[in-house]
């Protein structure tokens, strides 16, 4: 059985005209998406910025609300969920956020941060087992315990990022959600932090969604590649299938914008026309064709299902082969 489900997941943000009036039109950030996450696997989301990913990602933590659809957790479906309910099944599942800066309190402690999860859950008998366990988390991490009673300012951008990884695994998590957790870092330090996540995973078993704009570091960190356009899945599959044999356009056209350290390379650039499409007005049909290099009339007025070009490569187009 999947770890995660995810089934017509929606995420429709209302725009009004008047403070009080009813919306005049919806923000499509996240329209009809499925997939599904194995114990211990990561699934690597990519796609370029706007395209729902982040949404994405914390409608499945609940830190934003869905419009409809379906995200279950160990059979479990969490959309209806309140309360205590939410509580106990958000600790099979955290997120790690962009932002190493604006992610940690700036008035708590270190100890505070990560020791707020425990506090939340009671897994933390007395002060002495908190602050053992901090000082275990710490390390884990790849942080002194004595850092505990620092400030997030104390810290660098990669230190900040690793106490955000300790707060994330506190609660003994299943699956963390990373949204673009190297994408603030130095390269060297991105390296370093994508490594760790790494270790972590073969060490306690955890699954990943991790979103990323850098295709080669999610064909490096990802067992499967989902690729995103415009609220919707265009293509999944492999992590090596989709950068070898990419099926729908739009993934031709990222993997071609991948930079090659071979200067002998024949790779062909493919430069996409026009622009991305609003959200609130998508175009009818499939949403890539306006910038499509092979679109056909059908195209512009049929939506492509998801199906299987080959063995478990799915893409939704209607003339991928």
């Known amino acids: 059985m999947p ?30 998406v499925n997939f599904s996450i194995e114990p211990g696997e990561t699934l690597g989301l990519v796609g370029e910025s706007g395209c729902g990913k982040t949404t994405l990602g914390r409608a499945i933590v609940r830190l934003i609300e869905p419009t409809a659809g379906s995200v279950s957790l160990d059979g479990v479906d969490v959309t209806p969920l309140d309360g205590a309910d939410l509580r106990a099944q958000r600790r099979k599942l955290q997120m790690i956020f962009q932002d190493p800066y604006g992610s940690l309190n700036p008035r708590m402690t270190v100890e505070d941060i990560i020791g707020e999860a425990l506090d939340i859950h009671g897994l933390a008998e007395s002060k002495s087992a908190r602050q053992k366990r901090i000082a275990e988390l710490l390390k884990a991490v790849g942080l002194d315990a004595a ?78 590649v989902m690729v995103m356009y415009l609220g919707k899945v265009v293509e999944l599959a492999e992590a090596k299938a989709i950068v070898r044999s990419p099926k729908h356009p739009y993934t031709q056209a990222l993997i071609s914008a991948v ?63």
């Open 3 to 32: 770890l995660l489900e995810v089934q017509n997941l929606k995420v429709h943000f209302p725009v009004k005209r008047g403070m009080f009036g009813p919306p005049s039109a919806f923000v499509k950030a996240v329209d009809g």
């Open 147 to 224: 850092y505990a009673q620092r400030y997030p300012h104390e810290f660098s951008g990669g230190q900040r990022q690793r106490i955000g990884i300790a707060r994330a695994l506190a609660v003994e998590p299943k699956l963390i959600v990373c949204d673009e957790p190297v994408s603030a870092l130095d390269v060297s330090v991105q390296a370093q932090i994508i490594n760790l996540l790494q270790d972590l995973q073969q060490q306690r078993g955890l699954a990943y969604l991790f979103i990323a704009h850098d295709l080669a570091v999610v064909e490096h960190i990802s067992r499967r």
């Open 259 to 321: 930079p090659v350290v071979d200067p002998d390379s024949k790779r062909q650039r493919i430069v996409l026309p026009g622009d991305v499409a609003s959200p609130i007005d998508p175009p009818p049909g499939c949403p890539f064709h306006p910038r499509c290099p092979i679109a056909e009339d059908r195209c512009r007025t049929e939506i492509p299902a998801v199906r299987e070009i080959a063995p478990k490569h799915y893409a939704a187009c209607h003339l991928a082969k």
